[in-house]
């Protein structure tokens, strides 16, 4: 999958890939800052959909701890897309595997509870994550920590409901 046309951002190379799509890097010259885009592969409108649904969740919880999303929209072949806050750390199984002793193990603790009250604020706000795991969980290098990927995430009216 190649970078989308159309977009108001100068897009890059490949972050990472998933389940639903891929993200990239790119650039927005209009305030001169670095993001990260978020988009699935053209023709696949059941991760579409899902995508479309993941900004709007993410964007509505604002939080610290949380990737904050900075736009959304779909390209010129209506695939959706958005961009949100490029963030250069490492995930929390990484840094967990890489502990070489208890003590650095400990020091991880903090990112864990970071964590809780990422989820906590979700909660509160009527939304579920339902993929939460270390790998989702972002560690930057100055102590920092964000809860990514909502791509599963629902509404808590959803889930009672028995939503997918």
């Keep these: 999958m190649g970078p989308p046309e159309g977009l108001p951002f100068e897009v890059g190379g490949v972050l990472g890939r998933g389940g639903m799509g891929e993200v990239r890097t790119a650039h927005d010259p209009r305030l001169g800052r670095d993001v990260a885009i978020k988009m699935v592969a053209p ?54 595997a890489a ?27 009527g939304v579920l994550h339902r993929d939460l795991k270390p790998a989702n969980v972002v560690t930057g290098r100055f102590g920092e920590t964000l809860l990514a990927d909502w791509g599963l995430a629902c509404s808590l009216d959803e889930g009672a409901a028995g939503g997918a």
Excluded at 79 to 93: K, N, T
Excluded at 102 to 117: F, Q
Aim: avoid cysteine.
């Design 43 to 96: 023709g696949d409108a059941t991760n579409a959909a899902r995508l479309a649904r993941e900004a709007v969740i993410t964007a509505r919880l604002e939080h610290p701890a949380i990737i904050p999303v900075y736009a959304a929209g779909r390209d010129p072949t209506g695939r959706p897309w958005y961009a949100m806050r490029r963030f250069d750390g490492q995930s929390l199984d990484v840094a967990i």
């Design 99 to 125: 502990a070489p002793s208890l003590a650095a193990r400990l020091r991880l603790v903090k990112h864990v509870l970071d964590t809780s009250e990422a989820v906590a604020y979700a909660h509160d706000q």
